[in-house]
């Protein structure tokens, strides 16, 4: 098993930066993709972005391209979400994934492993 812990989540004015981390712990060898996904009250989770855990390659949705960056660091086994010029429509809680297999990874179904979230709360 895989157990993966978001931390870094607050509240920020709108325009404001906010970096997010997850790190993971158990059998971590066994994820290939790591995602970050949000939810806002009442809608569907989102996908924001993911990382291949080896290639480093990330893929980013098309909502906060140019907004968000996505890192690993393979010797702490933690992931992280840098999110710069934040907007109110950001707000949601904010989770981590990971895949154990490499596939489009842009789909909740496609991820093993979830941590419990973190809030992230955007004022204007």
């Known amino acids: 098993q895989v157990q993966l812990v978001e931390s870094g989540g607050g509240l920020v004015q709108a325009g404001g930066s906010l970096r997010l981390s997850c790190a993971a712990s158990?059998?971590?060898?066994?994820?290939?993709?790591m995602g970050w996904f949000r939810q806002a009250p009442g809608k569907e989770r989102e996908f924001v972005g993911n990382i291949n855990w080896n290639s480093g390659w990330t893929y980013y949705a098309d909502s906060v391209k140019g907004r968000v960056t996505i890192s690993r660091d393979k010797s702490k086994n933690t992931v992280y979400l840098q999110m710069n010029s934040l907007k109110p429509e950001d707000t949601a809680v904010y989770y981590c994934?990971?895949?154990?297999?490499?596939?489009?990874?842009?789909?909740?179904?496609?991820?093993?492993?979830w941590g419990q979230g973190t809030q992230v709360t955007v004022s204007s």
């Open positions: 994934a990971g895949a154990a297999h490499v596939g489009i990874n842009t789909r909740p179904s496609e991820y093993d492993y």
């Open positions: 158990g059998r971590t060898f066994s994820i290939y993709v």
